[in-house]
Structures are given as C-alpha cells and as structure tokens.
C-alpha cells in the first residue's frame, strides 16, 4: 500500500512538472516577442488582405487558365501554412485573381514568401566573390578584362564572361540591390546575381535546368554511408525523368571541373529564385538518378525554408500585389462573448452533475476538467509563440465540445469502482481493479476522439482545421490528466478514512451502491446465491420476479382457504 501511495505522490509530481514545462516554455517564449494569452485568427481578431494578380512566365497572351489558378490557390495555402500562419483564407476572385487574408499584421518574411514567383532556374558559377562593389582603384584595368576566346561550348565555360559582364560584376553591391528582376535576366546568357543572404555574388552561365523541372524536394538529416543520421542537414532535391539526363551531365562536368581545379567556382551550380541565388553547392559526385542532396551549415528551419521554396517554386505563375489593406474580425469579441458563456454554461452543468452523481469524489471530476482545460490553454499559447497557432471560433467551439469529453475519462473509471464495489471488493481493492478495467476503455475512446481529429484536419481547410486540431489536442490533455491527476488523486483520497470507511457522501458508500459485502459475519461468507447482481436493470428485474411470486402465493392461500370454506 505504502509503495501505491508513493507512486501516486510520484506521478502527482509528475503531473506538476509537466505544467511547469509548458510554462516555462511560454516564459521563454516571451523574451522572442511571444505572449501569455492566445494568438487570435482572423474572425476573432481581423488581418490583413492581399489582392493577388497571377501572372504567367514565359506565356504570350499572359491569361491564367481556372486550372492554373487553383493550382496557385493550392501553393499559395500551402506556403502560408508552411510558414507557421495559421487559419489564413486563401480564395479567387472573379475567376481573375488570389485573395490571401491572413490574421494580424503582415511580416515581411510572409509577404515574400506569397509573392515569390516560380522563376525558379539553374545556373552554372562562373565566378564568386564578395557581396561589397570593388573599389575603383582595385578594379581591373582594360587590358586586364577578360576576353572570350571563341564560343562557349557549356554552362560552365569561362568564354561566358565578356568585358562588360566583368564590369558589371565589380560595381555589382548586394547590400544595395533591392530586388532583382527576373524578367530582366536573359535565360540564354551569363548575368550576375546575389546570394539571398547577401553573402557572395556571382557570375552566372544561362539557365541549365527550371524550377518545373523539380518533382519533389525535402528536408532531412543527413546520414552517413552506414545509414546512421549525422546531425547535420540537408535539403534534398528529385528531377524529373526529362531533366534526369541534364543533371547528370552537369554533375559530370563540375565533378571534372572540381577534379582538376580543387576549390573552382566553376564546380559549383546556383539555384535561383526570382533573380537571387537560393543556394550555390558544389557538385561532389555525378548524380545519375536525378536525386541530389544540398548539404552544408544548414539549421532546420534553414533546410526547411529552402525545401519548400524548392518544392513549391515549380508553379509557373507569379504574383504581382493589387491592392493590400487592414480587415476587422468577421465575427469579433461578441460571438467569442457568445461562445465562451455557452461554454461555462456547459461547464456548470457538468460540474452540477458530477456532485449530483458522484458526491465529494465529483470534485475530482470538476478540479481534473479545470487543470486540463487550463492545460490545453497553455498549450494553445505556446503553439501560438512558437507555431504562430492561432485561435479561431471554430477552435473555440472544439474546446467547449471537449468538456464532455474530458468528463468520460472520470466516469469510465468511477464506475469501474463502483462496480468492483457492488461485488464486494473493499474500496482500496476496488480502485486497483477499477483502474486495471478501466484504463483499456479510456485508452480507446480517446485513440477514436484522436484519430477523428487526426482525418478531419487532413481532410478539411480554413476553420474547421482549428475545430479538428484543439479537439484533437483536448484528447491529448484529457489522456495525460486522466493518467498523471484523476488516477494518483483517488489513490490518495481512497486511502483516507472517510473514503476508505464509505463515507456516506463519498461517493463510494458500499450500502448505498448495494453491495453485498463477502464476509457475513460470524464465519460465514457469501454464498453464490447471495452474489451481488450486477445491474440496476437486474435488481429492479429480481424485485418484480420476487413480488410476482409472493402475490402468487397469496393467491393460493386465498384459494386454499375458500376451499375450506
């Protein structure tokens, strides 16, 4: 016994520490510009609103098909949720253009990431240097400018600089350059370019290979040649069939080039998008299977970032802003007002009926529903600071619903006990049993509750995500509070003599579930026909049986005696 109370105690702890750990995350959080409270989505709290105009590269009568521009609609969501902005709206207008509305203020990042075109290409290192413009007096003299010698015969042949590219590469500052234009930047010559970071610029042969060449991209770590994962990461990158062969032949020339000049720029290929270079990696073996892996000083978030601009930058649309202006909340504070009394409303009914049901032990029942509804709040605040998770109406309504969920966990085992109570079990017997029985329901009622929430969030867009995703998260909380809290709590209460004696408001009062107790007293225990019957239903079954019998013996005694007569 003594070694149960400590494991509750333990797990009591437990449970605290976990607490503390999200709170501490949210503290952390806030020295990065987090907050204590909920992100709001956009219908509680209004945002931002893009007007999109889609245009085609490479197309004469520059019209978007209604295919390309669902195809855009598609991307557009997927790189706002990529990027951590959660219940964005992306729609078309009028058959013609994109409307992105996301919640709160617009940054930057998010801006350029909508709007970044699929001008995706491939392009060969000609030269690499510093991002600052060469001062005047060490530039080269005229004499010294490189002079092709005859025409290039490939991407990586010096013959592409001429004089004035040369030129234009030595006055060419990456901190000064805003923006490239990639409608300025001839696919079929050599130009200059910036790295994104402004790290390094470069001179560049003609475009080799486009973003639509690209069939998948990802991220990962990087493993070595014994399949064991190295820490580090990488981006990886999957050609398509037509553009298998062309890589190939890139890779074989920079490998060669690599081979004969160690540490040449010229072993090196540039990603490009919208005019800057995305990434510059150095070809180190020839890739033949058309599946290349970028490695490097990359971090997570870096790898991703890339991954995905290579993933989705294949889309040959790009997007120029219209109009951009601030929206008010579709729904504002007084549906939230609306929502959140339905919920303490609910929450009060529930509270009123596990006293009504379960006496004093129901408090547990209403104190595990606070903690874990306080819990998934945390939760919901730290996704907000690190996920940008925002809570909309939808994901309100997915809180208010899961009150009763969270309340079944409690039932489910409570009347576990009673049960093991009704047999004849003592109290403290019939709490190790009841959990055993009852940890296997609880287990797969909240799997179902989790697997609902995992499809429905798969399956759906826009709000009903946020409904799926706290639905799916309360299941989580109710699991973690149900183990480490309402379990640990009744171990301890049944070890108290009010609760352990079957107080007569405890809950757990064995005459007034019914029970027949096993031993009977003065030796004797309980016979077979004296087992307690395992259901009202069966009781009140018995009841009538035994009152039907004593009204046909009454009958035949009234028979009997008028025969007398």
């Not at 973003?211 to 040649?225: F, L, M, P, R, W």
């Not at 093991?420 to 009622?445: C, K, M, P, V």
């Not at 049944?494 to 579930?513: E, H, I």
Request: proline share 3%; aromatic share 6%.
């Amino acid at each position: 016994m003594t070694r149960k109370l400590s494991h509750a105690r333990n797990t009591l702890v437990g449970m605290f520490l976990v607490i503390a750990a999200v709170v501490g995350g949210i503290f952390a959080t806030t020295a990065s510009g987090g907050s204590w409270s909920p992100k709001l989505a956009l219908d509680l709290s209004g945002g931002t609103q893009l007007i999109l105009a889609p245009q085609v590269s490479g197309s004469d009568s520059q019209e978007v098909t209604e295919e390309q521009l669902e195809q855009a609609v598609d991307i557009i969501r997927q790189r706002v949720d990529g990027s951590g902005v959660a219940e964005a709206e992306v729609t078309t207008q009028s058959g013609q253009n994109v409307v992105v509305s996301l919640p709160g203020a617009l940054d930057k990042q998010t801006r350029d990431l909508i709007q970044a075109s699929a001008q995706m290409s491939f392009r060969s290192v000609l030269q690499a240097g510093a991002p600052t413009a060469v001062a005047e007096e060490s530039r080269l003299s005229e004499d010294q400018l490189p002079q092709p010698a005859g025409e290039p015969e490939n991407g990586s042949d010096p013959n592409w600089i001429s004089a004035d590219l040369y030129r234009q590469f030595e006055a060419l500052d990456c901190a000064a350059v805003a923006n490239e234009d990639a409608e300025a930047q001839n696919p079929e010559n050599a130009i200059v370019a910036c790295a994104t970071d402004g790290t390094e610029k470069y001179i560049l042969g003609p475009v080799e290979l486009n973003g639509t060449d690209i069939k998948n991209a990802s991220y990962g770590q990087v493993q070595s040649a014994q399949g064991f994962a190295t820490g580090q990461w990488g981006v990886n990158i999957e050609f398509t069939d037509t553009a298998r062969e062309v890589f190939r032949d890139i890779t074989t020339r920079m490998v060669g080039i690599g081979a004969t000049t160690p540490g040449s720029p010229r072993s090196r290929f540039a990603i490009l998008l919208d005019g800057k270079v995305l990434s510059s990696p150095s070809s180190k073996a020839i890739i033949a299977d058309g599946r290349a892996q970028i490695t490097g000083n990359f971090t997570e978030e870096s790898a991703k970032a890339l991954s995905e601009q290579l993933k989705y930058g294949a889309l040959p649309i790009s997007f120029a802003i219209q109009s951009e202006q601030q929206i008010s909340a579709t729904l504002g504070t007084d549906q939230l007002k609306w929502g959140l009394l339905a919920g303490l409303i609910g929450l009060v009914l529930v509270f009123i009926y596990s006293i009504f049901q379960y006496r004093l032990v129901g408090l547990v029942n209403i104190f595990s529903i606070i903690v874990a509804a306080i819990f998934s709040l945390a939760l919901i605040v730290l996704l907000g600071n690190l996920m940008n998770y925002r809570l909309s109406l939808a994901g309100v309504a997915g809180l208010i619903v899961s009150i009763g969920l969270m309340a079944d966990s409690f039932i489910v085992y409570f009347e576990r006990i009673r049960d093991e109570i009704r047999s004849g079990r003592t109290i403290a017997a019939a709490i190790d049993h009841g959990w055993q029985r009852a940890q296997r329901t609880i287990l797969a009622s909240k799997a179902v509750n989790l697997l609902a929430a995992v499809v429905l969030y798969l399956a759906s867009v826009g709000n009903v995500r946020g409904f799926a995703f706290t639905l799916g998260l309360t299941a989580i909380s109710d699991l973690v509070v149900t183990y480490l809290l309402i379990h640990p709590l009744i171990v301890l209460l049944g070890n108290t003599s009010y609760f352990k004696n079957g107080g007569r408001f405890s809950g757990m009062d064995p005459v007034a579930l019914g029970a027949t107790p096993l031993y009977r007293g003065a030796g004797r225990v309980r016979t077979p026909d004296e087992a307690p019957l395992e259901s009202a239903a069966e009781r009140r079954r018995a009841a009538r049986l035994a009152a039907e019998q004593e009204a046909l013996e009454a009958d035949k005694m009234k028979a009997g005696g008028n025969r007398g007569e």
